[in-house]
């Protein structure tokens, strides 16, 4: 069945990389998505990346996909205390008009 | 957000009453979903429309039933809320149908609404 796994929780120090992972289950997705989530507001769109590409890179977020074992991750490089937030991945499912959203992975970021 | 407007933004209620969640955008977007977020499941398909009077399904559509009966008002309706459906509900609206691109994967949210069915 459609299931996109994420880990929890994730706690790093400020400037630090953080690196926020993804699992999904169907290979035929076009694109695939983050999403961010701040505290009491809904989600906002933080980058995509098409499925016939393995990295995409924009500012300081880096996007890497493993179309073999399914596998996204999205790397933020200087993290500052404002990248604290609920990351989701999201896959579409080819065919449909929806997105399948992971469980969210909350960031939390120390000083 | 985008042009979308949740209303109400809070809600307590009993269980067994009906509650209906409005959803409207002025943005002129081809489809609009329901999503409900819990801890530990993330967020997941109620319903969603892909135009007017046209709705499917989503993942945990039990319980739930929509409408749209013009583009810019999409109506989410418990029948008969019960403390399951304790959770909170966004609405999220793509493609644009003014720049004629489908670009419908991409979302944009609501704030979303607090529901608690006691």
């Known amino acids: 069945g459609e299931d996109v796994e994420q880990s929890l929780f994730l706690s790093v120090r400020e400037g630090d990389s953080s690196v926020i992972n993804c699992t999904y289950t169907?290979?035929?997705?076009?694109?695939l998505y983050w999403y961010k989530q701040e505290p009491g507001a809904g989600l906002q769109l933080l980058t995509y990346?098409?499925?016939?590409?393995d990295m995409k890179q924009d500012q300081r977020l880096t996007v890497l996909l493993n179309k073999k074992d399914k596998h996204l991750s999205l790397r933020i490089a200087d993290t500052q205390t404002g990248d604290s937030a609920i990351y989701f991945c999201?896959?579409?499912?080819?065919?449909?008009?929806?997105?399948?959203f992971g469980t969210g992975t909350r960031l939390q970021v120390f000083p | 957000d985008a042009g979308i407007t949740q209303s109400p933004r809070h809600k307590v209620t009993e269980t067994g009453t009906p509650v209906t969640l409005r959803c409207h955008q002025t943005e002129n977007h081809r489809y609009m979903y329901w999503y409900r977020q819990d801890p530990g499941h993330g967020l997941r398909l109620i319903h969603y429309?892909?135009?007017?009077?046209?709705?499917d399904k989503g993942e945990v559509s039990d319980g739930y039933s929509v409408s749209r009966s013009k583009t810019e008002d999409f109506l989410l309706t418990l029948e008969s809320a019960t403390s399951s459906q304790t959770s909170v509900y966004f609405c999220?609206?793509?493609?644009?149908?003014?720049?004629?691109?489908?670009?419908?994967?991409?979302?944009?949210f609501g704030s979303g609404t607090q529901l608690s069915v006691l």
């Open positions: 999201a896959e579409s499912i080819k065919g449909t008009d929806k997105l399948i």
């Open positions: 429309s892909y135009g007017v009077k046209d709705t």
């Open positions: 990346i098409f499925s016939n590409m």
């Open positions: 999220a609206i793509s493609g644009d149908q003014d720049v004629g691109v489908m670009e419908f994967e991409k979302l944009f």
């Open positions: 169907d290979s035929s997705s076009t694109y």
